[in-house]
């Protein structure tokens, strides 16, 4: 290997490993709910976080177009070395994030009532899952801005800072959850508080690492805020920012869509079923989470190389990190493969969910090699700011694929829909993989 290869994985090291221990933490929180009220005596307290969770969690992933172009053009604006642009994506970012979330919660009421009705489900799960929902609601601005931030973070090259941003607010999030339902028997309303309380913390934490991040003198930052306020609507700029997001917002709807789509179907097949397959689930960001550090790092790497117009660097840090990509997915899959079952276990002690997530558990031993490719290359395409690339991949691979393939497999039930998820990531990664083999050479 040469030195210059070494240098890059060196920093591309530098970059994911923090990422990929801070990532693990997300999951592991979603590990812990799922573990605290699996342990309650009925299994539609399970389904009922599954649900409401998801009501959540489809606007912070369908707003992760936040994080995704900051990240990027962060990055960009680094390998630039423009002090105005750094701060411009950073404020722009905040701005968009605090509008959406005041939107959201004024439009509170007519989304979790559609949704809930949408859901199908026991009258139990709609009921706890709309006491889960209407808590974590308010949480929305503050989970929005930490996307911002963590975005900007990982763009500036801040891994170890946004590895500890991560760590400590599930470690907040993971206390308050133990606390509020084993101790308090808050049951559901424990863990939708326990999340709440730490959206919040991780924001000013967030705002704490930005002002370490750029250590400049006051005057200074006041004059480039001053600059960057002029440049906010300025069309030249703001044109192919709302372009990118336009783009990253209809690939993450089709992402969201099918993630909706298995809770709800999952829903409809029964209260054991959207257990079983919430543990499911939490196993897939497991795997998601944890290979997005690999992801992170190469977004990071490649934006930098196509800010400082180095297209060597950016076909490296590709070449680099699909290798080590691959070589985590399968360490993913030999860890569920000899540990799943027992993984199942400890998150919940009902007989039936446990041997219906036990029937499924091969699916997500081979997810992790089926998907890697897709985590890898989303990287790619956000560090090179290519959102109408990864729009026309995830369509494709959405109404191509997944819906295509459910409506030939829905006579296996269950394993009709897991099978039909494990194509479209298939195809998400391959349509990727075929664009920047083809384009290698003008990405930059």
């Not at 539609?44 to 649900?51: N, S």
């Not at 991780?202 to 991040?213: D, E, F, H, M, P």
């Not at 494709?396 to 497999?409: E, H, K, Y």
């Amino acid at each position: 290997m040469s030195q210059r290869a070494l240098t890059e994985r060196k920093a591309l090291f530098a970059l994911a490993i923090p990422m990929i221990l801070s990532n693990i933490t997300v999951p592991l929180l979603g590990l812990v709910d799922t573990g605290v009220i699996g342990h309650l005596p009925e299994a539609y307290y399970l389904g009922a976080t599954a649900v409401g969770a998801m009501l959540i969690t489809f606007i912070t992933w369908f707003c992760g177009f936040l994080r995704m172009s900051t990240s990027g053009l962060s990055a960009q604006a680094y390998g630039s070395n423009s002090q105005q642009q750094i701060l411009l994506v950073l404020v722009r970012g905040l701005l968009v994030a605090l509008l959406i979330g005041i939107i959201i919660i004024i439009l509170q009421v007519p989304y979790i009532n559609s949704a809930l009705w949408l859901s199908g489900g026991s009258e139990q799960v709609q009921l706890f899952a709309k006491q889960y929902s209407s808590i974590r609601v308010w949480g929305i601005p503050a989970a929005l801005a930490n996307l911002v931030i963590l975005g900007w973070l990982l763009g500036m090259h801040k891994a170890k800072y946004a590895m500890w941003l991560l760590i400590v607010t599930n470690l907040v999030n993971v206390t308050l959850d133990l606390l509020f339902v084993l101790v308090f028997n808050w049951q559901v309303m424990g863990v939708a508080l326990g999340t709440l309380i730490a959206e919040y913390s991780s924001c000013v934490l967030g705002l704490y690492l930005i002002a370490k991040t750029l250590n400049i003198h006051h005057k200074q930052l006041l004059n480039t805020l001053a600059s960057v306020k002029q440049s906010l609507l300025d069309k030249a700029d703001l044109t192919p920012y709302l372009k990118l997001n336009r783009d990253i917002v209809i690939r993450t709807l089709c992402l969201e869509v099918c993630f909706v789509f298995i809770t709800f179907q999952g829903a409809r097949l029964g209260d054991t079923v959207v257990a079983a397959n919430a543990i499911l689930l939490n196993f897939l960001l497991l795997i998601s989470f944890g290979l997005d550090g690999i992801a992170y790092g190469a977004e990071a790497r490649v934006g930098r190389a196509k800010g400082a117009n180095d297209k060597p660097a950016l076909q490296l840090a590709v070449a680099i990190a699909l290798k080590y990509n691959v070589l985590f997915a399968l360490i993913y899959s030999l860890f569920f493969y000899l540990f799943g079952l027992q993984l199942i276990m400890v998150l919940t002690d009902i007989p039936e969910v446990i041997a219906f997530a036990r029937e499924f558990l091969p699916w997500i031993i081979v997810l992790p090699v089926l998907a890697c490719w897709c985590y890898l290359f989303d990287g790619v395409y956000i560090g090179l700011t290519q959102g109408a690339t990864m729009r026309n991949s995830m369509l494709i691979a959405t109404f191509g694929c997944f819906f295509p393939s459910w409506l030939a497999l829905q006579s296996f039930g269950n394993h009709g829909l897991w099978a039909a998820f494990s194509l479209f990531m298939v195809a998400r990664g391959l349509t990727l993989y075929l664009h920047y083999h083809s384009n290698k050479h003008s990405l930059c």
